[in-house]
């Protein structure tokens, strides 16, 4: 199979594969600099060959999950379920500025809009989920782009597509949408508090959350206002030549060196102020999640290449089964939520910020933090089966505030926390269902 691959919509390269596990990318003769498919892949008249299936700026881009497993279903006896085949299939609906199409077929994509205010009056419904993922497995250019699915509520109905899933994310022409589910209740609510302290501090996507704190509408920032492709965007797994998979198998040092090797001189310096805020924000919110597919760079050219916004910030450590996990990248050969003054000497180092700005940084988290927990508290009346994840996050929030202003770390004193992180008695104990591989749900309960 061969995949015409477009760039703002201009066929710039033609993708093949080469034997079972390679691939090969060749840019059309004549195609201009600025056209290049991956900050890694410059326009060359040498063809590309990974070792891969997919350049890894494609693999980004693969669904994962229930939507990989209901393409496989829908296209595999058609069309094969290899990668280069399903890509065929949603290459048109693509993150960033690139898109993937047959060869010889036409480019189009749907102008099928997708109206998000239901869900944000609380239609989150399985349904609701459910009915998008047939619209885009149907026609395979719907607009609608689910990356994984799951229950956004407990199932309702046995025979549910969604009833054996855990989490939703669909991807629209100018939205990313989020569900909650039982495993992790209100995460869309508690991710959407954590935007709100990173957009004291950062430039960050846009989010809003549906009326029952169940659902997360995050305005896409790499289309303009009608929904068209305007920045070309690659996470650090494609910058790094990891698979999705591997996202957790990297280093800040190496995401340090990826700045370096692609963000223009001038620019530099303001990255990596922007990546030791995201770092810092990871501490003091607690976020275990943050990896190489959630850091992004944006570009319209070579010469124009710099960090995305910051998105998907999460307090990971409230639900069971997540509390005790170390943060998702490591510095100096560890990963540890007690880093000590290697935090600092680390950021100092390899991102070029001295200890005083640093700590002027952590101050205005600091204060972020106590801004926003008021609002954790107002969540917390308002949706009261949110108290005790509220109640965590509270908590989870006041120890990395508390551990970052230490003496063994930055030394800023004590911290004026103000009364939302006061006066509620300690949240229910977390609880784990643990499920015994081997044993049949059909037996009986000693």
Same mark, same amino acid.
Not at 194 to 212: E, G, I, N, P, Y
Not at 268 to 294: I, M, S, V
């Given at each position: 199979m061969k995949l015409s691959v477009y760039v703002m919509g201009r066929d710039v390269a033609v993708l093949e594969h080469s034997g079972d596990f390679k691939s090969v990318l060749s840019y059309h003769a004549n195609t201009a600099p600025d056209n290049f498919v991956s900050l890694t892949m410059p326009v060359r008249t040498e063809s590309y060959v990974w070792d891969d299936q997919l350049p890894p700026v494609l693999q980004m881009n693969l669904p994962e999950g229930y939507l990989l497993q209901v393409l496989q279903e829908q296209f595999g006896p058609h069309i094969g379920a290899s990668p280069i085949a399903l890509l065929s299939v949603i290459g048109r609906n693509m993150v960033g500025r690139i898109q993937v199409a047959a060869t010889g077929a036409e480019l189009t994509q749907s102008a099928q809009p997708f109206e998000v205010a239901a869900l944000l009056k609380g239609d989150n419904s399985e349904e609701a989920f459910a009915e998008l993922v047939r619209l885009h497995a149907t026609s395979g250019v719907s607009g609608v782009v689910p990356k994984f699915l799951d229950e956004a509520e407990e199932a309702q109905q046995?025979?549910?597509?969604?009833?054996?899933?855990?989490?939703?994310?669909?991807?629209?022409? &100018?939205?990313?949408?989020?569900?909650?589910?039982?495993?992790?209740?209100? *995460?869309?609510?508690?991710?959407?508090?954590?935007?709100?302290?990173?957009?004291?501090?950062?430039?960050?996507?846009?989010?809003?959350?549906?009326?029952?704190?169940?659902?997360?509408?995050?305005? &896409?920032?790499?289309?303009?206002?009608?929904?068209?492709?305007?920045?070309?965007?690659?996470?650090?797994?494609?910058?790094?030549?990891?698979?999705?998979?591997?996202?957790?198998?990297? #280093?800040?040092?190496?995401?340090?060196?990826? *700045? &370096?090797?692609? *963000?223009?001189?001038?620019? &530099?310096?303001?990255?990596?102020?922007?990546?030791?805020?995201?770092?810092?924000?990871?501490?003091?919110?607690?976020?275990?999640?943050?990896?190489?597919?959630?850091?992004?760079?944006?570009?319209?050219?070579?010469?124009?290449?710099?960090?995305?916004?910051?998105?998907?910030?999460?307090?990971?450590?409230?639900?069971?089964?997540?509390?005790?996990?170390?943060?998702?990248?490591?510095?100096?050969?560890?990963?540890?939520? #007690?880093?000590?003054?290697?935090?600092?000497?680390?950021?100092?180092?390899?991102?070029?910020?001295?200890?005083?700005e640093q700590a002027q940084i952590v101050e205005a988290i600091s204060d972020a933090v106590a801004d926003v927990g008021a609002q954790v508290r107002e969540a917390m009346v308002l949706h009261g089966s949110f108290t005790d994840v509220g109640k965590r996050m509270l908590m989870a929030w006041a120890e990395g505030v508390q551990g970052l202003r230490d003496k063994r770390i930055y030394a800023v004193g004590d911290w004026r926390s103000g009364h939302a992180f006061e006066g509620f008695s300690p949240p229910a104990k977390q609880k784990m269902e643990i499920n015994k591989i081997g044993r049949s749900p059909l037996l009986g309960k000693h």
């Open positions: 046995s025979d549910s597509p969604l009833a054996a899933h855990k989490k939703a994310s669909l991807i629209t022409r &100018r939205h990313i949408i989020k569900g909650s589910s039982k495993q992790l209740p209100f *995460v869309a609510l508690n991710e959407h508090l954590c935007m709100q302290v990173a957009s004291r501090v950062l430039s960050t996507a846009k989010t809003a959350v549906s009326d029952d704190g169940q659902a997360l509408v995050v305005h &896409r920032f790499d289309v303009d206002a009608h929904g068209q492709p305007h920045w070309g965007m690659e996470d650090f797994c494609s910058l790094l030549g990891l698979r999705p998979a591997a996202k957790y198998d990297t #280093t800040w040092e190496r995401i340090a060196k990826a *700045v &370096r090797d692609h *963000v223009p001189a001038e620019r &530099r310096l303001e990255t990596f102020r922007q990546l030791a805020t995201t770092l810092l924000l990871t501490y003091a919110l607690r976020n275990a999640d943050c990896h190489a597919k959630n850091l992004a760079l944006l570009y319209t050219s070579r010469a124009d290449v710099h960090l995305s916004p910051t998105y998907d910030m999460l307090t990971t450590s409230v639900y069971a089964g997540f509390q005790h996990n170390p943060p998702g990248i490591e510095f100096m050969g560890k990963k540890t939520w #007690t880093p000590g003054k290697n935090l600092q000497k680390f950021i100092a180092a390899n991102f070029g910020l001295q200890p005083k």
